[in-house]
């Protein structure tokens, strides 16, 4: 008996070693698949702006008022903005002078550290990134906003399915009930994440739309609820009056949502993303931000002045149009994909620059 007992136990243990090794494995792979993923999709932000950065410090220049105009040319043009770009280049000024660090690799360097500084992370980051819930107040739901085209649809089929994949129990709602293809994406899309989807017909009330769905989710013991909206901001009254009559109608089931607010903006749309963040934030308690279609476009450098100047966390980003193309926003990973350490070249930085005057202008 004994014997067996602790073979089995020897079995077990080893057996669980083997998984959770199997399972660490797994988890550092996906990690590296993630980061490559990001680091690929920025490839074009880096071109349109580190590279530029480093070209123009590559030269073995001195830090003098004419290159901290050409650096802030640089950065102004990488849709990072005036406001974020002063305090980008007030704080290089400052510590190229008091640190006594002036040399091309060492100003890259505070400029790549003062822009991670700049990328605040949200304090529920650790949550947001093991999709994990706050048990004492379940359901959890996010209402999604954000103008039409942004990637609205597409984040919430990335969502519902990555918090399906954490184990919870997940309901979709339809309340942009405005156009009348929206239903048939929405369900294309908790087709694919396996859940179940709420909704009615075209030009339904929102609100009962979203009555419905918290209903279903507390007879179903969902623990998370995702709502979809019509993404429109022509008419500013009538928005608030929408999202304010959902959030609560809402209230009457669930009295502690919607706990999330995501707002939905387009990295492609550069500076204009901001603007729209200063719109829907006048009408709406924004929790955080989601920023799509990083992937493939050169205004990436947006996400630095929406995390530093909206003062509402950046929750996730979306680097794709597939169901596994959302990331959490963690600013050390972001800095890291964006100046990619093998880009730096720190090492051998002046053997690069010093002796080669032929270093392209671009
Ligand atoms: P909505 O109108 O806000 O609901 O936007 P949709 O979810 O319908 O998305 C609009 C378009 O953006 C679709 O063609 C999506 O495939 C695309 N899209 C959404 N997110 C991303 C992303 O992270 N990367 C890329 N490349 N495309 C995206
Ligand atoms: P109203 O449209 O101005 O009357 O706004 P309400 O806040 O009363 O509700 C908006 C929608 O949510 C309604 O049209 C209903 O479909 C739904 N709703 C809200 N409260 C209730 C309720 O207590 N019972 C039911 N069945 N539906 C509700
Ligand atoms: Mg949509």
Same mark, same amino acid.
């Given at each position: 008996?004994?014997?067996?007992?602790? +073979?089995?136990?020897?079995?077990? $243990?080893?057996?669980?070693?083997?998984?959770?090794?199997?399972?660490?494995?797994?988890?550092? $792979?996906?990690?590296?698949? !993630?980061?490559?993923?990001?680091?690929?999709?920025?490839?074009?932000? @880096?071109?349109?702006?580190?590279?530029?950065? #480093?070209?123009?410090?590559?030269?073995?220049?001195?830090?003098?008022?004419?290159?901290?105009?050409?650096?802030?040319?640089?950065?102004?043009?990488?849709?990072?903005?005036?406001?974020?770009?002063?305090?980008?280049?007030?704080?290089?000024?400052? @510590?190229?002078?008091?640190?006594?660090?002036?040399?091309?690799?060492?100003?890259?360097?505070?400029? @790549?550290?003062?822009?991670?500084?700049?990328?605040?992370?949200?304090?529920?980051?650790?949550?947001?990134?093991? %999709?994990?819930?706050?048990?004492?107040? +379940?359901?959890?739901? +996010?209402?999604?906003?954000?103008?039409?085209?942004?990637? !609205?649809?597409?984040?919430?089929?990335?969502?519902?399915?990555? %918090?399906?994949?954490?184990?919870?129990?997940?309901?979709?709602?339809?309340?942009?009930?405005?156009?009348?293809?929206?239903?048939? #994406?929405?369900?294309?899309?908790?087709?694919?994440?396996?859940?179940?989807?709420? #909704? #009615?017909?075209?030009?339904?009330?929102?609100?009962?739309?979203?009555?419905?769905?918290?209903? $279903? *989710?507390?007879?179903?013991?969902?623990?998370?609820?995702?709502?979809?909206?019509?993404?429109?901001?022509?008419? !500013?009254?009538?928005?608030? *009056?929408?999202?304010?009559?959902?959030?609560?109608?809402?209230?009457?089931?669930?009295?502690?949502?919607?706990?999330?607010?995501?707002?939905?903006?387009?990295?492609?749309?550069?500076?204009?993303?901001?603007? /729209?963040? !200063?719109?829907?934030?006048?009408?709406?308690?924004?929790?955080?931000?989601?920023?799509?279609?990083?992937?493939?476009?050169?205004?990436?450098?947006?996400?630095?002045?929406?995390?530093?100047?909206? /003062?509402?966390?950046? @929750? %996730? +980003?979306?680097?794709?149009?597939?169901?596994?193309?959302?990331?959490?926003?963690?600013?050390?990973?972001?800095?890291?994909?964006?100046?990619?350490?093998? /880009?730096?070249?720190?090492?051998?930085?002046?053997?690069?620059?010093?002796?080669?005057?032929?270093?392209?202008?671009?």
């Amino acid at each position: 008996m004994g014997f067996f007992n602790k +073979i089995k136990d020897k079995v077990s $243990s080893v057996t669980s070693s083997a998984k959770n090794a199997i399972t660490t494995a797994v988890e550092k $792979s996906t990690e590296v698949f !993630k980061f490559t993923k990001l680091k690929e999709g920025l490839t074009k932000t @880096r071109t349109s702006f580190v590279d530029k950065i #480093q070209t123009a410090l590559g030269v073995g220049r001195k830090v003098d008022q004419a290159l901290l105009d050409e650096i802030e040319e640089i950065l102004i043009t990488a849709d990072i903005g005036v406001d974020t770009t002063d305090k980008i280049i007030t704080a290089l000024k400052e @510590r190229v002078r008091a640190e006594k660090r002036d040399k091309g690799e060492e100003v890259f360097e505070i400029i @790549r550290e003062e822009i991670e500084k700049l990328l605040i992370m949200s304090p529920s980051a650790k949550n947001d990134a093991t %999709y994990s819930v706050n048990p004492d107040s +379940i359901p959890h739901v +996010i209402m999604v906003i954000g103008v039409n085209g942004v990637g !609205k649809t597409t984040t919430i089929g990335k969502l519902a399915f990555n %918090y399906r994949q954490a184990g919870h129990n997940v309901i979709i709602g339809a309340a942009d009930t405005f156009r009348a293809a929206a239903n048939e #994406q929405l369900e294309i899309w908790a087709e694919r994440a396996g859940v179940p989807i709420i #909704q #009615q017909k075209t030009g339904a009330d929102p609100a009962a739309v979203t009555f419905d769905t918290l209903n $279903s *989710a507390k007879a179903k013991n969902a623990d998370v609820v995702i709502i979809d909206t019509a993404g429109r901001l022509h008419n !500013k009254g009538n928005l608030m *009056a929408e999202l304010e009559k959902m959030s609560r109608v809402m209230k009457k089931v669930v009295p502690d949502a919607p706990q999330d607010v995501f707002l939905v903006l387009d990295a492609t749309t550069g500076q204009n993303a901001i603007q /729209q963040a !200063k719109e829907f934030l006048k009408v709406a308690n924004i929790t955080g931000i989601v920023l799509t279609k990083l992937d493939g476009t050169a205004k990436g450098g947006v996400v630095i002045p929406i995390a530093c100047e909206l /003062q509402i966390p950046v @929750r %996730y +980003i979306g680097v794709g149009e597939k169901i596994d193309d959302l990331q959490p926003f963690l600013p050390k990973d972001f800095v890291e994909a964006l100046f990619g350490k093998e /880009q730096v070249a720190a090492s051998n930085y002046d053997e690069d620059f010093e002796s080669d005057d032929t270093t392209s202008e671009d």
